[in-house]
Structure formats: C-alpha cells, structure tokens
C-alpha cells in the first residue's frame, strides 16, 4: 500500500514509497506508478515471457501490480488508457534512451564493498566538479576511477558528478535529464555507477551528485500524461515548472523526496546538489525543499552515515541555509557565486552582465569576510534590491570556486579561465578560493590549466528542439556583448572539443601549476588557522588602489597572514602584518611554480606594519612562529 504522508508533517524515511520496478524473490516483479491521469495502466514486458497484465488502482492515483517470471534485465512500458505506450517515470534504467523500454534493475545483485564507510564532515570537504562525459576519452564512469587517486593526492575530497539521469542523445551536460530515477546508459548505467561510488569510497572520496529538481528535459519527458507533476502557475527558463504546491502536489513532492533517497541509500552517495533552487516554486506552508531536508537528515541520523544538501541559488537567500527551527529550510550549504564574480571582474577586468556588478576590490573583501557581496542593496544589473545578509552563517555552509561548469560553459565559446587570464594570475585565483574560510570547488581540469573549452553540447532528435536550443544560447549571450557564433550545441564536434586532455598536466607549466594547486591543499589542510573553518577569526583589508587585499586567520597559537595582489604592475603596499617572526610558506612568484621571480624575503620581522614589493598578480602566505 502507499503510505499517506501529509505535507504538513515531516516525510520520514519509514514512509518510503517503492515506484517503478522492484524485483521481488522467486523471479517475480512488483510495478508501482502514479497516473492520477489514466482510468486504467496495463504493464506490458517486452521480449521471452512477454505478457501484458492489467494494473490495479489504488488510492490516490497509483497503480500495481506484481508480475510472475520477470526479473533482472527485463524490459517493460507501461499502456496508459489501452493506446500510448510509454516508460515508467521511475525507470531505473533506460538502455535504449528516453523513448524506449524501461529495464528492471536488481539493486540488491549490486556488490557493495563499502559497509564500513560513514562519509567525511562537510567542513572537510575539497570538491572537484567533473562531467562524466567529457572527463575522459572514453566517457564513462569507469573511466574516471584510474585517475581517483590522482585527485586524491591532489588534496580532493569529494568528487561531485554532475547531473547523470537518463537524457536524450548519447551527449549532454545533464540539465535535459528526462528519467530522474535512471542511470544514464552511455555512462556505464547503474552498475558502472556502483562501481565508481564504490572505487570513490576506498579511496576516502565522499560523492556528490548534481540533482534537477526544478524542470525536467523537453525531450523524453512522459510524466505529464501519467500525472499532475508541471503546473502553468509559474514560469521557468528552462520548460514547464514542477508542480510542488498545487493541487495532487503531495504525490509530487514524495515523488522527488523518494528520488533524493533513492541515490542516497541505493547508490550510497555522499550529498546531493540541488540544481537552480531558485527555479522551484513552493507557496506551501511546508514547502518541498524543507521536506526534502528533513528526509534526507533523518536517513543520515538513522542510517549514522554523514549526508548533505547543498544548493545552487540566484536569490542570496539566506533562508535555505537556516536550520528549519530558526524559520530555514535546513539546507546544509549553498554556492556563492558572488566570491566568483568578485575574482573574475578583478582578474579579467569584464564588466558585461553580471559583472557589471563587480571589478572593486571592496566587493572581494566582502566575499570573504560574509559570503554574500549583495545583501539586499542595488544591483545595476538586476536593477532592484538583491540578496539578504550572510554574515551570521557559518564558513562551512558556503562552496565557493573561480571556475564551473556554468561559469565556463555559460560563455559564448566555453572559454576556461586558463584561456582569459595570464599563468600567475591562475595562480591568483587558486589562492583566494582554497585559503578562504569556505569549501572550494575545482572545476576539472583547472588544477592543471585546462585548455580545452568546456562547450554546451546537447543531441536532440527533435528538429525543431534542435533549432529553438540554437537560437535560445545566441540570447543568452545578448547580455554580455560576446561578439561571434556560438559553437553548435548539437554537433559531435562541440562535445568532443570538450574532452580533457589529461597529458598536459606533465608538461611544465601545466605540471607546476598542478604541483601548486597540492601546496595551497596541503596548507589547508595541515595550518589549524586554514583548516578551521571560520569568518569569526579572519580578519580581511582591501587595497583598493593598489588592486590588493591581506587576510589574517588565526586559532589558538597558529596564525596565517595572505596577501593576495591583483594589479598588473609591481608595487610597493604597507601592510598590517602584526608584530613577529613571519616565515614565507607559499609564494606565488616563486621560480618552482613557473613564476617570474619573488621579491619578497623568506622571513621577516614586523613591527605590526611592514612594507613589502609585490610582484603583478601575485598571492603570499607568511606563517608566525609559536
């Protein structure tokens, strides 16, 4: 039976409802399916043993039925009302692709070898963002496994996919996904996933999986002939919004919860990433995300595995990341991206779009010292009040990075930072991101200057799709004045430029850049003042004419004083070092990473103010002795 479960009350993980196909012992097979929409759903299996048996309607619109002599591998649609035939909206697997037959998975033949593994806490997490697709030659979850234990050497860890639910076509950035429940079959489907989750996990590597809660793809996208899932109420960028606080939104809501712990428990991922937040409208009193929370915290406390949320949101909303008793929604953190626009309008000197909004170095310092620059004042590019203050949240509840997926690939010719900027201010960049007081994220590739674009690929089998996903990127470009075409998203050509060329992290330049990457990882890791993470015991200054900012951490007797220097030419900055031996940890400038020569003395006495040469685009980190 379904369990009724009010959106008024919390949904606990007890309270689970098994959709799709679930094997069952002594080769039968149980179907269960929401279609509130259809007076009747027959299962029909597809090859030996092909059968087409009626469902029964129980309350609230589902349907089920239990089938003899099926099992692992067997394929199946559901026929709605006698006529279409279509798959099953909590397919586990599509090996055919969004149109096709829907496959029955066995999850428990899957051979887990983790049980021991209780995940890593969130303050201790290092992301790198990866696409499945395009991080290897071969494209596939397997493919990734050998170079785990580069990234873990490289102070990684967790590995955050993004998005992997069935979508059309054999290439996509994950964002068209169609079948939320399914493993894309190009990647290697749920066995291969297995298989890296589980190669992650030996290694002491967390994983994160990018998950689309706020739209489904256009193509392949069935479940609105089953049920009440899109609304017409609100509108999204992307297609039809999710209806999450309608009428029939209870079914809805348990539908994505459902799908949140299917990766969680199933799959034994480590924390979900929730995809454009701000593209989920929720009216309820008790609205979906705060639901999905308190789910997933109550599998974590139950299961003793440590399992996150963290949210991409547009709004600088403080509120997501609040726990649910201080009015939040529970959220355990969130992406800034504003620390991005910070150090890309400085280091580039782009004003277009959004960028508009940066390029001083007061916006950087308030980056760091809150997490949010827009915390309710104007913003010229919105052209209204923007964002609600952060600085009361705590360090760890913010992901922070110079470079991902959305910011490289959201320009017009998926240009890398590596191909914007010069070698040292790569460098630059590294620094402010992996010493701030918040969770960073490395976008695949950067750790060793990338060159290869990171394109918006897509392989549609509708034409006219094809033309109106053409047509919608050269608007999306209308903001920031990019002159040109854009690559075409459709052509093989596009996605295959996207692949990483991993041999050129040993060639010089891109092996010191890497072996620089290590130093700032190791130093986080091992400095007690860098590996506490807090805005409390920070102190941060600005230099706003000399494009320059200083930031002191400190815990206990460990003390860190970071200068980090954007200007492009050489100049000379009193700066507030506090009185002591400082010796130089890390120097940007320096010759074993590639640098063009420091000017700045391996130990220096201070008298609380010290005047020190900085070298255009540079970053130095001094250690005080005990």
Known sequence: MVNNVNKTESFSPEARISLGATCLEDGRCSFRVWAPK????????????????????????????????????????????GENERPDPASRFQPEGVHKPSQAVDLRELK????????????????????????????????????????????????????????????????????????????????????????????????TLDVVYNHLGPEGNYLGEFGYYFTDKYKTPWGQAINFDGRHSDEVVLYFIENALYWISDFHIDALRLDAIHGIVDRSA?????????????????????????????????????????GGYGIDAQWSDDLHHAVHALLTGERNGYYQDFGKVEHLV?????????????????????????????????????????????????????????????KLAAGVVILSPFIPLLF????????????????????????????????????????????DPQSEETFLASKLRHDLAGSRSHRDLREFYAALLRLRKERRALAHLSKENMEVTGFEPERALTVRRWLDNDEVFMVFHFGKETTRLELPLPAGTWNKLLDSAGSEWSGKGSRIPQKVQSRRIDSLELTPESMVVFGRDA
């Open 112 to 207: 887990w070898t983790d049980a021991d593994w209780r995940g890593i806490p969130l303050e201790e997490y290092v992301l790198c963002e990866l696409h499945a697709g395009t991080y290897t030659r071969e494209g596939t979850f397997d493919a990734i496994i050998p170079h785990l234990e580069g990234l873990k050497a490289l102070g990684v860890t967790a590995v955050e996919l993004m998005p992997i639910a069935q979508f059309p076509g054999s290439r996509n950035w994950g964002y068209d996904g169609a079948h939320p429940f399914a493993v894309e079959d190009s990647y290697g489907g749920p066995e291969g996933l297995m298989r890296l989750v589980n190669a992650c996990h030996e290694r002491g590597l967390a994983v």
């Open 366 to 426: 308030k980056a760091l010292r809150e997490g949010f620059v827009y915390s309710g004042q104007y913003s010229a590019y919105r052209e209204q009040r923007h964002g609600n203050s952060s600085r009361e949240i705590p360090a760890r509840q913010f992901v922070v990075f110079s470079q991902n997926h959305d910011q490289t690939g959201n320009r017009m010719l998926g240009k890398r930072l590596s191909s914007l900027v010069s070698f040292e201010a790569l």
């Open 444 to 487: 695949m590739g950067e750790e060793y200057g990338e060159e290869a674009p990171f394109n918006y690929f897509t392989s549609h089998g509708d034409p006219d799709l094809i033309e109106a996903v053409r047509a919608g990127r050269r608007r999306d470009f209308a903001a920031f004045r990019w002159k040109g075409e854009p690559p």
């Open 38 to 81: 259809c007076e009747r759903v027959d299962v029909r299996m597809i090859g030996p043993g092909a059968q087409r048996v009626p469902m029964r309607k129980t309350e609230r619109g589902y349907f089920e039925a239990t089938v003899e002599g099926v099992g692992a591998g067997s394929r199946y649609l559901y026929v709605l009302n």
């Open 286 to 326: 008790q609205p979906f995300l705060r639901l999905l929370a308190q789910a997933v915290h109550e599998f974590a406390a139950r299961s003793g595995r440590r399992i996150y949320l963290i949210a991409e949101s547009d709004f600088n909303d403080v509120r997501y990341i609040r726990p649910c008793n201080g």
